[in-house]
T-cell receptor, first 112, second 111 residues
Framework: AQSVTQLDSHVSVSEGTPVLLRCNYSSSYSPSLFWYVQHPNKGLQLLLKYTSAATLVKGINGFEAEFKKSETSFHLTKPSAHMSDAAEYFC??????????FGKGTSLLVTP | EADIYQTPRYLVIGTGKKITLECSQTMGHDKMYWYQQDPGMELHLIHYSYGVNSTEKGDLSSESTVSRIRTEHFPLTLESARPSHTSQYLCASNGDNQPQHFGDGTRLSIL
């Protein structure tokens, strides 16, 4: 089965500085990968998805992620953090069929 | 923006009560899912459905049950709630080859 590992449980950045949230995956074939964001007391919102097209994927709110097969990574980045970006971020891999495997999440804190 | 609704948003209830968590979507999606999420943890799939009259158990064992009588409706039921059922429950749906869209969740506390 495919799985993901989010390398940092907490990340803290200053407003206006870059964001990097790290995710590694394990897969026996080309996976479908996603990043979701969860704000407090809310459900999950899709930020972006990779489905074997371009390796650099652009998402909503200025986020993007790069699929690197050689490193089995799918890190999420944003050039400049906003206070509203503070949330929980989940890296997700889609198994064959229906199943999604979620990482444990990274809590992003943005300080003024 | 996906239209998927969960009610109630918050529920605090005593042990032994029967509980039904509602989930409805207006997009005509065939596939619907229930996930359980404990604080600070990842989501675990507990039930899913591929369409009307189709229900399957997910990866995480759960004492809850689900039904799918109508395409838009996928309620989850706990016959006798226990403190171990305290958690957040998230409903999701998707069409073919589309990402899953999530509701805002129900935060359940069993006293």
């Amino acid at each position: 089965a495919q799985s993901v590992t989010q390398l940092d449980s907490h990340v803290s950045v200053s407003e206006g500085t870059p964001v990097l949230l790290r995710c590694n995956y394990s897969s026996s074939y080309s996976p479908s990968l996603f990043w979701y964001v969860q704000h407090p007391n809310k459900g999950l919102q899709l930020l972006l998805k990779y489905t074997s097209a371009a390796t650099l994927v652009k998402g909503i709110n200025g986020f993007e992620a790069e699929f690197k097969k050689s490193e089995t990574s799918f890190h999420l980045t944003k050039p400049s953090a906003h206070m509203s970006d503070a949330a929980e971020y989940f890296c997700v891999v889609k198994n064959s069929g229906y199943a999604l495997n979620f990482g444990k999440g990274t809590s992003l804190l943005v300080t003024p | 923006e996906a239209d998927i609704y969960q009610t109630p948003r918050y529920l605090v209830i005593g042990t032994g009560k029967k509980i039904t968590l509602e989930c409805s979507q207006t997009m005509g999606h065939d596939k619907m899912y229930w996930y359980q999420q404990d604080p600070g943890m990842e989501l675990h799939l507990i039930h899913y459905s591929y369409g009307v009259n189709s229900t399957e158990k997910g990866d995480l064992s759960s004492e809850s049950t689900v039904s799918r009588i109508r395409t838009e409706h996928f309620p989850l039921t706990l016959e006798s709630a226990r403190p171990s059922h305290t958690s957040q429950y998230l409903c999701a749906s998707n069409g073919d080859n589309q990402p899953q869209h999530f509701g805002d969740g129900t935060r359940l506390s069993i006293l």
